[in-house]
């Protein structure tokens, strides 16, 4: 059953969703857009203004719908978009055979057989599609007006550093307290006393480092006892060199990232030193979790696999807990022609996804999998240390090794004569494996395995 | 890092464990580059330089030894290509809430393929598993042992260099090429088994039963374990051996007898026999006890026939009840020959009986399980097909019009224009899990279209038995 313009109208829940929408149907905005004619489905990939893309799914059977964004309106403008694009063919849609996690969304999709029900209009307003193309009238700002705005953009700016500035102060002066009183009794009160100066620092208008501190009582209590004390030692030292490596130059894009706020999708895109590489991308794990502040993080992890040494990047998106679970944005192991842009600093992680293709051609091997095992796993660690000492962790990318438990219960990954401890739920099934490279990162205390090429092929690790 | 800044460093960890300044433990070096700061500034860069220190130059020290795990061991077959993957796992949700995961891996197996150790491993040392995944059955229950699984012929000497379901796997065929030499093997080794091991063990004598057992079967009488006691004496019942007290044995039958009636029918001077409909639910109980306590040739004896003519006699669908107490009884004591004729009766009987032939596909060779499933599935529906779910003796055996010949295909078809029926979902994933697998591969995608082109959503989940069977290739020759 074809779908129509008016059914898009009918389904959206009320004119800004279909204007939004409109803002969407270009094909530029969609690095991929599928279908299947045998099932009915056509489904796509949304470059929204986060770092990882929505992914979109519609049965036209019945305008069953399902995307991975965190909108509460249903359908929500991705879903609209894609609708919109299929009715009016805006763009072609390639015949493929149905991907994994659109089988996944219609397994869990409750089925009640029926024949499509006659498509209900939303409660509210009637809409209009023609009136998502009405022009808008055009704000003129006199010259006077606008170097108002630029006076109190820099005004807003002085007073930000300002703010920042004290909040360092403030946060120094709380770790050499914690260090005079004894770190005893931090670790026994940690909860509590990083809440404190957390929420003091978003006072500051410093929200990255209020939200590193609290989320800091819980990784250093993930951690068996003997190795706490060490943990907070290394992290509070961190926060210092953090500290005082932005005293030293506040106007830092990386700096400030770590302190308050990120840059904008659009400032990132328009930063003249942003790297961009372009090159094959190979998803290494997703890892979804939610954060003290009430914020879900959501990380996306890529290597380059045409890099050698590895190349990785970090696809990283914030949204509130309340807005629901999130589904994955990528299939682990899934390789795309991509590019990416990464924000600007000496760490170099953090990208954005610029454009993206799906390949057809199989999977390309991990270019540094046969470095040897006895090689110096941590050295990009090391590197990247030297260069932004204040960051917790780095992606490594390891040679041929097993998985094996010690007397403890501890599991470690062995290469040759070195070994690491890990931090994972490793299944039992892993022991038994032959890893011939596996990707990680590393914390300074544990590995958290994210995949590994292996002899069964590709798996992925959660955490 | 050299050994004197590594004291220091412990004892300035020490030193703001319990709080204070730790300025004057400092490395030397360390405290030249603190020293620019005045007061309180001085800790917190000593502070950053031991975090630094303890992040970068330290790393946990690995222990002297690692409880090593034998590599996971390849599998006789090959592993599933990987388009059939996820419908594999999308019908391994659905079977295994059904408990029918040995069904589906059965018929993995069955197209010559393996499963994918991330797609379903052996929980334990789970039992329930086709033969193939033995090696994998023997490493989960002993991945931390050193051996590695042993290539050798199974022998008494080598005996102990099989883990328990491998040499399981090897006995079950030695039993079926050399059955003597298998009894051998058991009466040599079995006796040092645990009970439970035992138990399985002694369960392959049950392929290929023959006179030449006796000996060996009265021996276990006397085992240790009730279990063991009790099969053995089904097994010897199964060689028209007579065990236990004679005269508490003939009081039993001659109860067992009162409860059932004997019927003569002039016209055709033909004998059958029926169950009696009785009063109170203790006597229930107690036909019940009795029927379990007896044997077939036995209760044939009583009434002066043989237990091949007493199935044959037997008046079927009176009560089903006690037909499937008769069909118990049958497949505990009654001889091979015996349960063919039984089948053939109760096909005959239909309804209920036919139902119950089910439980009779176990003991049967495999061709008649298939006529017998076959049989069944011409004049069953859907509702009544449960018993068959678990017994699967024949894949991949039809031919799409016959599939769609049968009764199910018929109602399954008019389920899918009943949109209105709430038990529509339910009476078509449990239709389609039953016959998905029965088509030849190529049978399965017209299977599909047809059912598609009834009105099923091609994404219907009750398809994916069928799409399965469409995705994996057919087994070479």
């Given at each position: 059953m074809s779908l129509s313009v008016q059914d898009v109208e009918t389904?959206?829940?009320?004119?800004?969703?279909?204007?939004?929408?409109?803002?969407?149907?270009?094909?530029?905005?969609?690095?991929?857009?599928?279908?299947?004619?045998?099932?009915?489905?056509?489904?796509?990939?949304?470059?929204?203004?986060?770092?990882?893309?929505?992914?979109?799914?519609?049965?036209?059977?019945?305008?069953?719908?399902?995307?991975?964004?965190?909108?509460?309106?249903?359908?929500?403008?991705?879903?609209?978009?894609?609708?919109?694009?299929?009715a009016e063919n805006k763009a072609p849609f390639s015949d493929a055979a149905i991907p994994d996690w659109v089988t996944d969304w219609l397994g869990r999709r409750r089925n009640t057989g029926s024949a499509p029900a006659a498509l209900k209009p939303s409660a509210g307003p009637a809409k209009s599609i023609a009136e998502t193309?009405?022009?808008?009238?055009?704000?003129?700002?006199?010259?006077?007006?606008?170097?108002?705005?630029?006076?109190?953009?820099?005004?807003?700016?002085?007073?930000?550093?300002?703010?920042?500035?004290?909040?360092?102060?403030?946060?120094?002066?709380?770790?050499?307290?914690?260090?005079?009183?004894?770190?005893?009794?931090?670790?026994?009160?940690?909860?509590?006393?990083?809440r404190n100066i957390a929420a003091r620092l978003v006072d500051f208008k410093a929200q990255a480092l209020a939200s590193r501190l609290d989320e800091l009582p819980s990784r250093l209590?993930?951690?068996?006892?003997?190795?706490?004390?060490?943990?907070?030692?290394?992290?509070?030292?961190?926060?210092?060199?953090?500290?005082?490596?932005?005293?030293?130059?506040?106007?830092?894009?990386?700096?400030?990232?770590?302190?308050?706020?990120?840059?904008?999708?659009?400032?990132?895109?328009?930063?003249?030193?942003?790297?961009?590489?372009?090159?094959?991308?190979?998803?290494?794990?997703?890892?979804?979790?939610?954060?003290?502040?009430?914020?879900?993080?959501?990380?996306?992890?890529?290597?380059?696999v045409q890099a050698d040494p590895a190349d990785f990047a970090l696809l990283l998106d914030f949204y509130p807990a309340s807005a629901g679970a999130r589904s994955r944005s990528f299939m682990p192991g899934e390789q795309f022609d991509g590019t990416l842009v990464f924000y600007p600093g000496a760490e170099e992680l953090r990208a954005i996804l610029l454009d993206r293709k799906v390949r057809g051609d199989p999977a390309q091997d991990w270019k540094s999998s046969d470095q040897p095992a006895e090689q110096?796993?941590?050295?990009?660690?090391?590197?990247?240390?030297?260069?932004?000492?204040?960051?917790?962790?780095?992606?490594?990318?390891?040679?041929?090794?097993?998985?094996?438990?010690?007397?403890?219960?501890?599991?470690?990954?062995?290469?040759?004569?070195?070994a690491l401890p890990v931090s994972n739920q490793v299944p039992d099934l892993m022991f038994g494996i032959d890893l011939t490279a596996t990707s990680a990162i590393w914390d300074g205390t544990r590995l958290d395995l994210l995949s590994a090429q292996t002899s069964i092929g590709k798996v992925e690790f959660v955490r | 890092m050299k050994q004197d800044?590594?004291?220091?460093?412990?004892?300035?960890?020490?030193?703001?464990?319990?709080?204070?300044?730790?300025?004057?433990?400092?490395?030397?070096?360390?405290?030249?580059?603190?020293?620019?700061?005045?007061?309180?500034?001085?800790?917190?860069?000593l502070l950053a330089l031991?975090?630094?220190?303890?992040?970068?130059?330290?790393?946990?020290?690995?222990?002297?030894?690692?409880?090593?795990?034998?590599?996971?061991?390849?599998?006789?077959?090959?592993?599933?290509?990987?388009?059939?993957?996820?419908?594999?796992?999308?019908?391994?949700?659905?079977?295994?809430?059904?408990?029918?995961?040995?069904?589906?891996?059965?018929?993995?197996?069955?197209?010559?393929?393996?499963?994918?150790?991330?797609?379903?491993?052996?929980?334990?040392?789970?039992?329930?598993?086709?033969?193939?995944?033995?090696?994998?059955?023997?490493?989960?229950?002993?991945?931390d042992a050193q051996a590695a699984p042993t290539d050798e012929a199974l022998t008494s000497e080598t005996w102990d260099s099989f883990y328990p379901a491998a040499r399981r796997g090897e006995l079950l065929r030695l039993r079926v090429q050399d059955p003597g030499a298998a009894r051998d093997l058991l009466q040599a080794k079995a006796g040092g088994e645990p009970a439970e091991v035992r138990l399985r063990l002694v369960q392959i004598l049950g392929t290929n039963l023959q006179a030449e057992d006796q000996l060996y079967l009265e021996g276990l009488l006397a085992d240790r374990s009730g279990k063991i006691k009790v099969l053995a004496a089904q097994f010897l019942a199964r060689l028209g051996v007579s065990?236990?007290?004679?005269?508490?044995?003939?009081?039993?039958?001659?109860?067992?007898?009162?409860?059932?009636?004997?019927?003569?029918?002039?016209?055709?001077?033909?004998?059958?026999?029926?169950?009696?409909?009785?009063?109170?639910?203790?006597?229930?109980?107690?036909?019940?006890?009795?029927?379990?306590?007896?044997?077939?040739?036995?209760?044939?004896?009583?009434?002066?026939?043989?237990?091949?003519?007493?199935?044959?006699?037997?008046?079927?669908?009176?009560?089903?009840?006690?037909?499937?107490?008769?069909?118990?009884l049958a497949m505990r004591t009654a001889g091979d020959a015996t349960l063919r004729t039984m089948k053939d009766c109760m096909v005959a009987a239909g309804k209920s009986a036919l139902l119950l032939s089910a439980h009779l596909i176990?003991?049967?060779?495999?061709?008649?399980?298939?006529?017998?499933?076959?049989?069944?599935?011409?004049?069953?529906?859907?509702?009544?097909?449960?018993?068959?779910?678990?017994?699967?003796?024949?894949?991949?055996?039809?031919?799409?019009?016959?599939?769609?010949?049968?009764?199910?295909?018929?109602?399954?078809?008019?389920?899918?224009?009943?949109?209105?029926?709430?038990?529509?979902?339910?009476?078509l994933e449990r239709g389609l899990r039953l016959i998905g697998f029965l088509a030849r591969h190529e049978a399965a995608q017209t299977l599909l279209d047809h059912f598609i082109a009834a009105g099923l959503p091609p994404m219907d989940p009750s398809l994916i038995p069928l799409r399965l069977n469409a995705a994996l290739p057919p087994k070479s020759p």
């Open positions: 389904l959206a829940p009320d004119q800004a969703s279909l204007k939004s929408a409109s803002k969407l149907t270009g094909p530029a905005k969609w690095p991929l857009l599928a279908g299947n004619g045998e099932s009915g489905l056509i489904w796509g990939e949304c470059q929204g203004s986060g770092a990882n893309p929505y992914r979109v799914v519609v049965d036209e059977n019945d305008r069953g719908t399902k995307c991975t964004c965190p909108s509460r309106k249903f359908p929500c403008k991705h879903a609209l978009a894609l609708m919109w694009i299929r193309f009405a022009a808008e009238p055009e704000k003129i700002e006199t010259p006077e007006a606008l170097a108002r705005k630029e006076r109190g953009r820099a005004k807003r700016a002085e007073d930000k550093k300002a703010s920042l500035h004290y909040a360092m102060v403030e946060l120094e002066q709380w770790i050499s307290d914690q260090t005079r009183l004894g770190l005893a009794g931090f670790l026994e009160d940690a909860g509590a006393r990083c209590m993930a951690l068996p006892m003997e190795e706490r004390t060490e943990a907070a030692i290394a992290e509070l030292g961190k926060l210092v060199l953090l500290s005082r490596a932005w005293q030293a130059d506040p106007d830092d894009a990386q700096l400030m990232r770590n302190v308050a706020t990120s840059e904008t999708r659009d400032q990132v895109l328009e930063a003249p030193n942003g790297r961009r590489v372009v090159s094959v991308w190979e998803v290494l794990a997703e890892r979804i979790t939610t954060r003290r502040d009430g914020l879900v993080s959501h990380a996306t992890w890529l290597m380059d110096d796993v941590l050295s990009f660690y090391r590197s990247r240390q030297n260069r932004a000492p204040w960051s917790q962790s780095a992606p490594l990318l390891i040679g041929a090794g097993k998985l094996a438990k010690c007397e403890a219960g501890l599991d470690w990954l062995r290469m040759g004569e070195v | 800044e590594q004291d220091a460093l412990v004892r300035m960890r020490d030193c703001w464990f319990a709080g204070g300044p730790a300025y004057d433990l400092a490395p030397a070096p360390w405290q030249t580059v603190a020293a620019a700061q005045g007061g309180e500034g001085r800790e917190t860069v031991a975090g630094q220190a303890f992040q970068v130059a330290y790393r946990p020290a690995a222990p002297q030894t690692f409880l090593t795990s034998s590599p996971l061991p390849d599998l006789a077959l090959p592993t599933m290509p990987d388009a059939a993957r996820s419908l594999f796992r999308a019908a391994l949700k659905n079977f295994d809430t059904h408990g029918l995961t040995e069904r589906l891996l059965g018929f993995v197996a069955s197209r010559g393929f393996a499963v994918h150790p991330l797609d379903w491993m052996p929980q334990g040392a789970t039992i329930d598993a086709p033969d193939l995944y033995a090696p994998w059955i023997d490493w989960v229950a002993r991945r065990m236990g007290d004679e005269q508490q044995k003939r009081d039993d039958l001659a109860e067992l007898a009162d409860f059932l009636d004997v019927k003569k029918s002039l016209f055709l001077r033909k004998r059958s026999f029926a169950p009696k409909i009785l009063k109170t639910s203790a006597q229930e109980r107690r036909r019940a006890a009795l029927f379990e306590g007896c044997s077939l040739r036995d209760l044939a004896a009583w009434f002066e026939v043989d237990e091949a003519t007493f199935v044959e006699d037997w008046s079927y669908n009176n009560l089903s009840e006690v037909d499937e107490m008769l069909v118990g176990p003991r049967l060779p495999a061709s008649d399980g298939f006529d017998l499933q076959w049989s069944a599935l011409k004049i069953l529906d859907v509702d009544s097909l449960d018993s068959f779910q678990d017994y699967a003796p024949a894949f991949s055996m039809l031919e799409a019009d016959d599939v769609l010949s049968i009764m199910m295909a018929k109602t399954l078809r008019a389920d899918i224009a009943d949109t209105e029926n709430g038990a529509r979902q339910w009476r």
